[in-house]
């Protein structure tokens, strides 16, 4: 079995775990794994206890941002490590793709995904599970007698492509909060990476100027699905750049407005002052 942990990031305002949602998409019908997290489960070394007592864990990834989360997967992976030395424990996220070196120096740590987690870490358990060499994972790093070992770079599948979020994994509702867009507030990625390479952004880092972006047609597809299942009325865009193609954001603009669903996301200043004024319309509307 698998555990997927979102370590605490903040006090309150808690969104949708997007990133271990991601990865879990990835093992569905491949293998057993469940999702905790810690923002909602003050007391998850008691919660650990009792499923690793209970079931046969294997593997835990955790995903890491720099900040509160990390210091909080430190802590985790410590407890794990000093009671369950047997379990593997797998680091994926932000901090771990730009630092895998640094992780991996680390007793703590035994693998980084610095990749697609919903594919690369399906190909990580069967290497482990069969007893094969990891050099064939694609998008991964890990420690080889004592030396760390970064294998070939996978490619990144365009989101569209992606195997849906399984959201009935969660309690969805408890996530949706109470913002100046709405009432049910949810989060979203429609997109990955961001073409410009600015110096002090770790999005370079990762993406290296590629930014795949979701079609308006599937953005709003699922947007209607996450209202009808959830009640959903608005949605935070947590991508790098939302704004990157006017043609896309008018195109989603002009398709989401009768679902009255409110929405904002992030993007540079000076490309939406390059935008049309229907564009910038069709956004207000």
């Given amino acids: 079995m698998i555990l997927l942990i979102n370590p605490r990031s ?89 630092h895998a070196d640094t992780v991996l120096k680390s007793s703590l740590v035994d693998c980084v995904i610095w990749s697609q987690g919903e594919f690369a870490l399906p190909e990580l358990v069967s290497a482990l599970e069969a007893g094969q060499p990891l050099d064939g994972v694609r998008g991964i790093s890990f420690k080889r007698q004592g030396t760390i070992v970064h294998t070939a770079a996978r490619e990144w599948i365009h989101p569209d492509l992606l195997p849906p979020l399984p959201y009935r994994r969660i309690n969805v509702r408890r996530y949706l909060q109470r913002t100046y867009l709405g009432n049910r507030t949810t989060a979203y990625h429609s997109s990955f990476g961001c073409p410009f390479h600015c110096g002090f952004c770790s999005v370079v880092a990762m993406f290296d100027g590629k930014w795949l972006a979701q079609k308006a047609e599937n953005i709003v597809r699922e947007l209607a699905f996450l209202q009808a299942e959830y009640g959903v009325d608005s949605v935070e865009f947590f991508d790098d750049n939302f704004f990157v193609s006017e043609k896309r954001t008018l195109e989603f603009s002009e398709r989401v407005k009768p679902l009255g669903i409110s929405w904002w996301g992030e993007g540079r200043s000076d490309t939406l002052l390059k935008y049309s004024d229907r564009t910038l319309r069709e956004m207000r509307a």
Avoid: C
């Fill in 10 to 98: 903040a006090r309150w305002n808690h969104r949708v775990p997007l990133s271990v949602l991601a990865v879990g998409a990835g093992l569905e019908g491949k293998y057993e794994y469940e999702i905790i997290d810690q923002n909602y489960d003050p007391r998850i070394e008691m919660t650990l206890k009792s499923i690793i007592s209970a079931r046969d864990v294997r593997y835990v990834g955790l995903t890491v941002m720099p900040g509160p989360q990390l210091t909080q997967a430190i802590n985790l992976s410590a407890f794990l490590r000093s009671n369950y030395p047997a379990i593997k424990i797998i680091w994926g996220g932000t901090f771990p793709t730009i």
